[in-house]
């Protein structure tokens, strides 16, 4: 039988609790449990696919395709036996959306529908959809305790509680111990707070995670325990992380927290090996090199915009025992101000993105690394800078362009595949598409890599599978001209008809690729195109050999 464990938030936002399921998760699944984790959004929105960057940060895609919260990121790159689907996240809004569909088609009977039973019995079938084939399922309640969004949510654990039982079910509440400075101390009672507003909706914490800045004495845990009804050993104290949020599982393992998990439900595991996390601690504490990479990006202002790509980033630093300072370049200042800021830089790096704005920075940081043989990596829109920047400035069509930024170009190195070839079937369309009138590629697909090329070298295998977010692709009436004029071809699609990676065939390190290869790194791992990324930027660098070696 599946048994779950409740992750919710109080006092303030932003505490983490992404963060802390996944901690968990690797916890219990070094304890030989099969783990999955489902995060639960209170927004109304239908999914983060089209949600600003700017207000919500990146969006996670998931091998089958789904737009999904950020935190599903944190969830893969903590553990390893499950990926997520599009059962892992889901929205308010895509519950009601659900509901209102089913009493459209009659399925309630003319009754009359309420967020009690109906909006509560839709969340807990998805709640438990997600527990085939685990041991245990971690669900993350997005928002605040005490916030008015999520109280179906609240609700909807309440009743699961009484129908698991209390031993096949925790909850485990994640709190903020504020330090005044001014009075020398630290104030429990914002916690004590939160802990009856739970109850008061019929919610008692097993577990109590208490953020704070510095360690939290044990006079003070005593206390919250009393003023909790929380069982003291189960009240864990949990400071700012030292070097990285990967310290996060040592941290919790070491207080004892899946020790308490595991006694309360009554499991018989070993303890947890947690041996490749102190690997990567060290690798984080102890860097051999240093190198400096620009970062070509338009959404600077929200660093979550780019979160898996910046750990893929770090990923590749504890691969290599490399300390990877990421310079943040915003494409617009490059098209007003010039290259000037790449100036100093050992590689660089161009993201993926929507829309015009910004392209022609981009477009002017691929011109600079590839006359200036700088180590380069482009990922979807990069992808798409590299071709126009060869097209203008190598084969001499001025006017190239991407039909995304300028729809009249004469020459399209980049459209929608339907402006030059018939694709009926092969593009898929997300649903909701219809009210936009674009299609878009989603999740993971397979590419196969030339034998010769530096992708494959990296890869160490004929054909890889990479998930994709993108709607336009390179026009093939170009390809020819590409390759005989030095931009090779190095991956396609498996049905051969789209291009899904380049590299320059007289230039040290330049990769673009149209997928997104940051959503498979992970600490433990890396990534192969991240690796030798950093690899080729140590070079540059003059650091020597390549660490990853």
């Known amino acids: 039988m599946t048994q779950y464990i409740f992750v919710t938030g109080g006092v303030v936002s932003s505490l983490g609790k992404g963060i802390v399921a996944a901690s968990l998760a690797t916890t219990l699944e070094a304890r030989d449990l099969a783990v999955n984790i489902l995060k639960m959004d209170p927004y109304i929105n239908v999914d983060p696919g089209t949600m600003s960057p700017f207000q919500h940060g990146e969006v996670f895609v998931t091998a089958d395709g789904a737009e999904t919260d950020q935190d599903l990121g944190y969830y893969e790159r903590f553990i390893r036996g499950n990926r997520m689907s599009q059962k892992n996240n889901f929205t308010t809004g895509s519950v009601y959306a659900e509901v209102i569909r089913r009493e459209r088609r009659g399925d309630y009977l003319g009754g009359t529908v309420q967020v009690i039973p109906h909006i509560t019995d839709e969340i807990k079938r998805r709640i438990l959809a997600v527990g085939e084939d685990h041991d245990i399922v ?10 008015i969004e999520s109280q179906p949510f609240l609700e909807a654990v309440r009743q699961l509680r009484l129908e698991l039982g209390s031993r096949d079910s925790m909850l485990v509440h994640l709190t903020l111990v504020p330090h005044l400075e001014k009075a020398g101390e630290i104030k429990t009672k914002p916690t004590q707070h939160s802990v009856k507003e739970l109850r008061s909706i019929g919610l008692q914490p097993d577990v109590l995670i208490c953020r704070s800045i510095d360690p939290i004495p044990l006079s003070a845990r005593k206390k919250i325990a009393l003023f909790t009804s929380v069982e003291e050993r189960a009240v864990i104290s949990l400071e700012d992380a030292a070097i990285s949020i990967y310290q996060v599982p040592v941290m919790l393992n070491e207080q004892g927290l899946d020790d308490i998990i595991v006694e309360h439900f009554r499991l018989d595991k070993p303890p947890a090996d947690l041996s490749e996390w102190h690997t990567v601690i060290d690798a984080l504490a102890h860097p051999k090199q240093t190198v400096e990479i620009a970062l070509v990006g338009k959404y600077l202002d929200v660093p979550d915009a780019y979160k898996s790509l910046s750990e893929a980033i770090i990923h590749a630093g504890i691969q290599t025992k490399t300390k990877v300072n990421v310079c943040y370049v915003d494409a617009e200042d490059l098209e007003r101000d010039g290259p000037a800021a790449l100036a100093d830089k050992h590689a660089v790096l161009i993201p993926g993105g929507f829309g015009a704005r910004g392209f022609e920075g981009k477009v002017a940081a691929t011109q600079y690394a590839r006359e200036n043989n700088i180590p380069y990596l482009g990922i979807c829109y990069g992808l798409h800078a590299a071709v126009v920047d ?27 595949v339907s402006e030059w070839r018939d694709v009926s079937g092969q593009v898929e369309r997300r649903d909701g598409d219809e009210d936009k ?27 890889v599978m990479e998930r994709h977010r993108h709607r336009y692709e390179v026009n093939n009436k170009y390809v020819s001209e590409f390759e005989a004029n030095g931009l090779s071809i190095a991956g396609r699609s498996d049905d051969d008809e789209l291009v899904e990676m380049i590299e320059l065939d007289d230039h040290d390190w ?19 195109l991240f690796t030798q990324f950093i690899n080729a930027a140590n070079r540059h660098a003059g650091n020597g050999s390549d660490a990853a070696k």
Request: hydrophobic share 25%.
């Open 510 to 528: 330049f990769v673009a690729c149209q997928f997104h290869p940051e959503f498979n790194s992970s600490p433990r791992d890396g990534h192969p």
């Open 437 to 463: 009138g674009g299609t878009m590629r989603l999740g993971e697909q397979r590419c196969h890599l030339s034998g010769s090329s530096i992708a494959r070298k990296a890869y160490g295998t004929d054909h």
């Open 390 to 416: 060869f097209s203008r400035n190598v084969l001499g069509y001025e006017n190239a362009d991407t039909t995304e930024s300028n729809p009249n170009t004469r020459d399209p190195v980049i459209g929608l």
């Open 138 to 147: 971690i669900v993350e309640i997005g928002g605040t305790v005490g916030d």
